[in-house]
């Protein structure tokens, strides 16, 4: 991986990090554009994984992504 985080193979053989707080493996079933985003509409194939419950506003959780390098996408 491009950060030198641990990781082990999905369900679906997709690369999913040991670290973040959670986790969820999905297939992609369509895309489109809207505005300046791309909307993405997925199917989940294996429930989520939360190993560590965020405390306060659980959006907050988003920016522990931002300690595992500086090339993890948290989003926005």
Do not use: N
Not at 20 to 27: G, K, Q, S
Not at 54 to 64: L, Q, Y
């Amino acid at each position: 991986m491009g950060c030198g985080q641990p990781f082990w193979s999905g369900f679906t053989g997709v690369p999913i990090l040991e670290k973040p707080p959670a986790f969820v493996e999905c297939h992609l079933i369509d895309s489109t554009k809207a505005g300046h985003h791309l909307v993405f509409v997925d199917e989940v194939v294996v429930d989520a994984r939360v190993s560590q419950e965020p405390e306060g506003r659980a959006d907050e959780a988003t920016f522990w992504l931002k300690e595992l390098c500086e090339k993890a996408f948290y989003g926005g």
